[in-house]
C-alpha cells in the first residue's frame, strides 16, 4: 500500500482511528483484521493502541487495471487506556504510528453547517436529514443536500424540505 496515512481522535467511547491509503492495482484489496485494544490482546500492555491491516492480492479477478485504487477504513478501539499513539501495521510490518488527537472541535464561523439525506431517495422531500459540521465524516449512504451555510439556515432548509424515514 502507497501513501498510508492515519488520523486517530480519542472520544468518549475509545480512540477513533481513521486509515487511508493508495492499492496498486485494481486487484489489490485491504482490511482492518484487528485492533488492541479490541480483537488483539497483549500479556503486556504496548503502550500504544494498534491497527492491523491485511493487504492481499484478489485470486479471482482475472485482469487487474493498473492503477493506484483509493483505500480507507475506520475502526474504534475501544475503552480509555490512555494510550497517546496509535500503531499501523500492514500485513504484520510498523507502516505508520499516529498521535492521538483530542476531540475535534466545531467552531461555528457561519458558513460551516451542511444538511445530508439518504442517496437514492425518490422525488419530493428528502429522507433522513441530519446537520452536521463540515468538517465531519458522512457515511456513504448520505449525500449533501444543502450548505454549507448557517446553522440557522441548515434547520430552516431542514425544516422546510426534508421528512422523516418511516419503516
Not at 487511508?20 to 500479556?43: D, E, F
Amino acid at each position: 500500500m502507497y501513501n498510508v496515512q492515519g488520523r486517530a481522535y480519542q472520544t468518549r467511547s475509545g480512540i477513533y482511528v481513521l486509515v487511508s491509503g493508495l492499492l496498486a492495482n485494481s486487484c489489490m484489496r485491504a482490511q482492518i483484521t484487528g485492533t488492541y485494544p479490541g480483537s488483539v490482546v497483549h500479556i503486556v500492555d504496548p503502550g500504544h493502541g494498534e491497527v492491523f491491516i491485511r493487504e492481499w492480492r484478489d485470486p479471482g479477478t482475472h485482469f487487474c487495471a493498473q492503477h493506484l485504487v483509493p483505500w480507507s477504513e475506520h475502526a474504534l478501539l475501544p475503552g480509555d487506556f490512555g494510550h497517546k499513539e496509535v500503531a499501523i501495521y500492514i500485513n504484520d510490518a510498523l507502516k505508520l504510528t499516529v498521535r492521538v488527537e483530542g476531540q475535534p472541535t466545531h467552531v461555528d464561523t457561519n458558513k460551516e453547517w451542511i444538511v445530508t439525506a439518504l442517496v437514492g431517495a425518490p422525488a419530493g422531500p428528502y429522507l433522513d436529514c441530519a446537520i452536521h459540521h463540515q468538517g465531519d465524516i458522512i457515511l456513504a449512504i448520505y449525500r449533501r443536500v444543502f450548505g454549507p451555510d448557517t446553522r440557522a439556515a441548515c434547520e430552516t432548509f431542514k425544516a422546510q424540505n426534508c421528512t422523516k424515514l418511516d419503516l
